[in-house]
């Protein structure tokens, strides 16, 4: 009866995914084309992340290790864990001042009606093409200078071992933050791993926990933020991983 359920659950996703994508994604991808307009494009994405993160039962708090301001002034690259497609909403509702853009996939792209968005306002990558891969940088250099951050997860994407607490970090996050001079945002997301896992069978709604671990300024040694960041992330999701248990 609990897998009949969770099917039932995963089907109101897409149903709910079509609604707002129909009604939400396309003045968003009108706005994308006036590069002037995204900021305004960017507040009916978060009104779509809003809408697929309540709308499937799920809620947050945001609790914070570190005293540390965001400043809206400046473009941040945003890294947290990575266990579920809900990540992507959740770092649109918890950056709410600073229009994000993602490094994503490519073959998002074939999703009808979804893809045709997606492209417009992603820096879509071919992880099986290193000219792709060495694109990235560039594009994402004019995405920020445009004023949007970059949202990353640093871990390539979700391992299939649910074992692994925290997967090897890849290295484009911090040679952006390094050959960029800008800050990453440090965030660590709990909960969603088991609420809203990739198995279709599992999952329910729930309250996840987000923690803000603060802001590790640029460098020169992208090896040494990708240390830093690592440490940071997993050090968090053992001990209070952990402690919700």
Not at 10 to 29: D, H, K, N, Q
Not at 66 to 79: C, L
Not at 131 to 136: E, P
Request: aromatic fraction near 14%.
């Amino acid at each position: 009866m609990t897998k009949i359920l969770n099917y039932l659950w995963r089907f109101w996703l897409l149903l709910l995914a079509f609604f707002l994508t129909v009604t939400i994604g396309i003045p968003v991808f009108i706005l994308s084309f006036n590069k002037k307009h995204y900021k305004y494009g960017y507040k009916l994405v978060r009104i779509w992340c809003f809408g697929m993160f309540y709308g499937m039962g799920f809620r947050y708090d945001l609790i914070k290790l570190s005293e540390q301001e965001k400043d809206k002034s400046i473009p941040y690259v945003f890294i947290s864990n990575h266990t579920s497609i809900m990540d992507i909403m959740l770092t649109c509702i918890v950056f709410p001042d600073h229009p994000i853009c993602f490094v994503g996939k490519k073959e998002l792209v074939k999703i009808p009606i979804f893809g045709t968005i997606y492209k417009r306002i992603c820096v879509m990558v071919d992880r099986t093409s290193a000219k792709s891969r060495a694109d990235v940088y560039r594009r994402c250099a004019e995405k920020m200078e445009e004023g949007n951050s970059i949202a990353i997860f640093p871990e390539g994407g979700v391992p299939d071992d649910t074992s692994i607490i925290l997967d090897d970090f890849k290295d484009g996050a911090f040679m952006l933050s390094s050959k960029h001079n800008s800050p990453i945002a440090v965030y660590t997301f709990i909960g969603l791993k088991e609420m809203f896992p990739f198995e279709n069978s599992k999952g329910y709604p729930g309250r996840v926990k987000v923690y803000f671990n603060g802001i590790i300024e640029p460098t020169d040694s992208p090896k040494d933020l990708k240390a830093e960041a690592y440490e940071e992330i997993k050090k968090t999701l053992i001990r209070y991983s952990v402690e919700r248990k």
